[in-house]
């Protein structure tokens, strides 16, 4: 079967048939063998196997029940991944019969997966669960209690993607996530963890209104009990200083060389970094210097309205790296699942179902790209976390306002940065540090990403720019980071850069602890520096690792390692880096929410707020409201 399938030949019925029946031997010794055959055979065109191997299982299965536990999964993947029951599911009520009573080891596997809930509601809510629910039994819910959950878990509104509940999320009522009534939890938790279910999302803090009221500390996040609740706390208390040492460093260096610091905060690892330096317009005094400074950026930029042809071409070269590296996976993503659900007999699925194809559609008819495949260059490989899962619409949204402010965006930094030298040269300001947050490389791909930012510093150059540019980056990797390697090929491109720390190619290299001190020296002879936010030590820990051990000693100054949000998707929920986040192939198991004052929360937004009024001493959410800041704060990506 598998040369055959090699050779462009799908199994037959009757193939399946002998499949399974191995399957069906948990001691088999070609068990494993049949169940990738089954799940994941080696065809030439894979795209149509699982729509295909769906259609079939109605005719062999009359009796669900009677499925491998593996098919059984992939089954609920499925539709926790349309968000409904595919058509070839209906036939003979295969679905209906299937939901109706899932085996406790498929429940158990539900809880460990992050689907979307609201389509498998019907599937959790067997009547062998009604029947936990309705025991009479001192420390847990009432069957009443458990009834009026019920009706209030299906009416929740599914909003924003990182609102929206998973199987995981139910599967906290059970301890451990045992589908048993004895690991039911008791009165006192199943009321915290019901609450949080159902309580309404707090309004979307990113660029809605004039104010956002500050949450208070949270008291809800994946079910977490207090000691836990407490470690991040304090794991956010040491985010906060790493963000005050990035802010510190920055401004001393101003200060120092008398130069507009650029920050680049490289999404995103080193996006955090960025939230810790203030905005353009804090840099300023009294509110009176700083429409005095807008006043004359805006006059330079009147004035200076017309550019050459030259520097209008090197933007759009700048645009098209921009969108090819960013925008074009996701899209190139988007349209593979589109086409998966047109497959499955899906096309449309979610509150913005009818704008998402809509857009898919003007995508694929684009002659700009190419046969549609996975970013990933596999076949599906499972569900995505709802935070993870690409949304066409909103990406649509996000690359015409891109594309719309590129350009402007540039010739703004430019003339902030002209103005801003001025300002310094006359002593008008101590320092000013210019943040910018974005995906300038993309380590991942290694030496196939190092053209763009060289081409940003050209193009600032072009416009007479000459500011002191630090560039942020975090790595886990103790050995020749991606980095590294960059840096050495923009030197030999002719970019006068230097690493520091852990990027140095210096012999021996430049510490990270004497940073400030080599910039100084250094400044004049070199336009870039890259460093790490924190420090070099290497402890690489994730934040599973220490969330399970309540890692205390990891938050010792000396020990801790920033790049423990190395491959987190959640912690930028709600924020302006979520966009800049790679294509995602593997589900996150961190819910993208958090309830304080009764309400949801994006975790990000949220970190986010906690952190700046850490280290800035203000509520960021009455930041940036209007004008020349407001263009600012959100074409850098910093809100």
């Not at 030439?44 to 699982?50: K, V």
């Not at 923009?490 to 990027?503: K, N, T």
Request: aromatic letters at 10%.
């Amino acid at each position: 079967l598998a040369e055959a399938g090699r050779g462009g030949v799908w199994p037959t019925r009757d193939d399946l048939k002998v499949l399974i029946a191995i399957c069906q031997d948990p001691r088999g010794p070609m068990r494993e063998t049949a169940l990738t055959l089954l799940l994941s055979p080696p065809l030439a065109n894979a795209s149509g196997y699982l729509p295909w191997l769906l259609e079939q299982l109605p005719g062999i299965f009359p009796k669900p029940r009677q499925m491998p536990t593996e098919l059984l999964e992939q089954v609920l993947e499925v539709v926790g991944f349309l968000g409904s029951v595919p058509r070839a599911l209906e036939a003979g009520q295969f679905w209906s019969k299937c939901a109706r009573k899932l085996p406790p080891t498929a429940l158990r596997w539900l809880f460990g997966r992050t689907l979307p809930l609201r389509p498998l509601v019907g599937a959790l809510w067997t009547p062998a669960m009604n029947r936990w629910f309705a025991l009479k039994r001192h420390k847990g819910p009432t069957g009443r209690q458990w009834q009026l959950f019920e009706r209030r878990l299906r009416k929740v509104v599914v909003g924003e993607s990182w609102a929206t509940l998973t199987t995981m999320d139910f599967g906290k009522l059970f301890r451990k996530g045992l589908p048993s009534p004895k690991a039911l939890a008791g009165r006192s938790r199943y009321r915290r963890i019901a609450a949080a279910l159902v309580a309404a999302p707090a309004l979307q803090p990113i660029l809605r209104g004039p104010t956002f009221p500050r949450p208070s500390p949270s008291q809800y996040w994946n079910a977490c009990g207090p000691p836990t609740l407490k470690y991040m706390q304090a794991l956010f208390h040491r985010q906060g200083e790493e963000l005050l040492r990035v802010r510190d460093l920055s401004q001393r260096l101003s200060a120092r060389t008398g130069r507009v610091v650029l920050s680049c905060h490289n999404a995103t690892l080193a996006a955090a970094s960025g939230w810790g330096v203030p905005m353009i317009h804090e840099n300023f005094g009294t509110l009176e210097d700083w429409y005095r400074f807008q006043s004359a950026v805006s006059r330079s930029l009147r004035e200076n309205c017309g550019h050459s042809l030259e520097l209008h071409q090197r933007m759009e070269q700048i645009w098209g790296l921009y969108a090819s590296r960013l925008i074009q996976p996701q899209i190139q993503q988007a349209c593979w699942e589109s086409q998966l659900r047109a497959q499955l007999g899906n096309s449309a699925s979610g509150p913005d179902g009818a704008a998402d194809l809509e857009r898919l559609q003007a995508w694929e008819d684009s002659s700009s790209l190419e046969e549609m495949q996975p970013v990933a260059g596999q076949g599906w490989t499972g569900a995505v976390s709802p935070h993870q899962r690409i949304h066409p619409t909103a990406v649509a949204v996000w690359q015409e306002a891109r594309r719309a402010s590129w350009g402007s965006g540039l010739n703004l930094l430019a003339e902030i940065i002209l103005e801003g030298q001025r300002w310094l040269d006359a002593g008008e300001l101590r320092q000013l540090v210019i943040p910018w947050i974005d995906k300038f490389f993309i380590s991942s791909r290694r030496d196939r990403d190092r053209d763009f930012f060289p081409l940003i510093l050209e193009c600032l150059e072009h416009q007479g720019c000459n500011p002191l540019v630090v560039f942020w980056e975090d790595t886990s990797h103790a050995t020749f980071p991606s980095l590294k390697l960059a840096l050495r090929q923009w030197r030999e491109a002719g970019l006068a850069c230097q690493g520091i720390g852990v990027f140095s190619d210096a012999a021996p290299p430049v510490g990270r602890q004497y940073a400030e001190d080599f910039i100084v020296a250094q400044h004049l002879d070199t336009r870039c520096f890259a460093l790490r936010p924190y420090s070099d030590s290497f402890q690489p820990r994730s934040l599973e690792q220490l969330l399970e051990r309540l890692d205390y000693p990891f938050l010792n100054p000396a020990i801790y390692d920033s790049s423990w949000k190395d491959n987190l998707v959640f912690i930028y929920a709600g924020t302006q880096v979520a966009p800049l986040v790679s294509v995602q192939c593997d589900a996150e198991l961190f819910p993208a929410w958090l309830v304080a004052d009764g309400r949801k929360w994006p975790f990000g937004a949220y970190m986010r707020g906690v952190l700046r009024r850490m280290v800035l001493g203000h509520d960021e959410y009455l930041l940036a409201r209007e004008g020349l800041a407001r263009f600012c704060a959100e074409w850098a990506n910093l809100l």
